[in-house]
């Protein structure tokens, strides 16, 4: 086989594994977990809730300290969605209530900037997302890894738990 052939089928091979989901395996808790989220906010919050902790499977975040519980909000941004304290404590104890307090911000995310740089929002925090453009928000590789998520979860029956 001539080397050209060689790399368009490795071409070829790998385009497709990037293209089709993968299939995740989960604990019976992060499915519980998931489909809550998919009930209430849709794929998008169970998107987030799967990229932030793995389906609440790790609250405390290597990456960011300040991220609490399944959504990964820092609690300042936690106690403006809710209007009064929350605790980072509560929220990576209660899984429920930190899923809520995602979805809260998500929504909020959405009303200000849409549907798309909404998940951008969500990751950089509102006042950075306002000192972006547009161009800024819309093609973020936050909101690339979100869509992604949501490839994934498309492929499991989230609806029927």
């Not at 790998?14 to 293209?19: G, K, R, T």
């Not at 799967?50 to 499977?57: D, N, P, V």
């Not at 995310?109 to 990751?123: D, H």
């Amino acid at each position: 086989m001539k080397l050209s052939a060689i790399v368009v089928l490795l071409c070829a091979v790998s385009s497709w594994a990037m293209a089709a989901p993968r299939s995740p395996v989960f604990t019976p808790q992060q499915k519980v977990e998931l489909v809550e989220a998919y009930q209430d906010g849709g794929y998008r919050l169970a998107g987030i809730i799967l990229q932030e902790s793995s389906a609440c499977e790790i609250v405390h975040s290597p990456i960011d300290p300040l991220a609490c519980g399944c959504g990964g909000v820092h609690a300042e941004t936690a106690d403006v969605v809710v209007g009064s304290q929350v605790s980072c404590a509560f929220m990576d104890i209660d899984w429920d209530f930190s899923i809520r307090v995602a979805e809260l911000y998500l929504e909020r995310c959405t009303e200000l900037f849409g549907r798309q740089a909404g998940i951008t929002c969500y990751n950089v925090g509102i006042p950075a997302a306002h000192a972006m453009t547009p161009y800024q928000r819309n093609p973020s590789p936050y909101l690339h890894a979100i869509e992604r998520r949501i490839r994934e979860l498309q492929a499991l029956p989230l609806d029927t738990q």
